[in-house]
């Protein structure tokens, strides 16, 4: 089995700017007035990583069985209950209760082929799989 690991590093500066360094530093952050509006919040971040998952590991499907693909476009909608995360309710959970995606392929398949096409996507995408078989989170205290 090829097991590689990524590290990534978030600094939290000025009031919700999170500062994202890896291979390409990105910031995350919240809107104003809460934030600074310097660039996606971390809800955005995680449903853009799934559309994003989603169309990689379709362009490397569709390169490794040489099919038609043009193109993919992934609208991703995510239910989730604010009061919880920001502590105003202790019922239910933090993260998304469901999230729904409208995957639109762009290729000369039937849809029988396209629905076919978007199973094996679904199967190989490891932000579809983390979100579907919870993944052990370590947390140490440094």
Known sequence: MAKSTLRLQAELGE???????????FVIDQPKP????AG???????LSSLGACICAIGRIIAQQEKLPLRGL?????GDIDKDYLMGQTREGRAGFTEVRTRIEVDADMSQAEKEA?????AERCPIADNMVNGTKIAHVIA
Do not use: C, W
């Not at 809460?34 to 509006?37: D, I």
């Not at 996606?40 to 995680?46: A, H």
């Not at 476009?73 to 909608?77: F, G, N, R």
């Open 15 to 25: 009031r919700f700017h999170t500062q994202v360094s890896g291979a390409y530093p």
């Open 34 to 37: 809460m934030g600074m509006g």
């Open 40 to 46: 996606p919040n971390p809800l955005d971040v995680f």
């Open 73 to 77: 476009k992934v609208s991703l909608e």
């Open 117 to 121: 096409f978007v199973a094996r996507i």
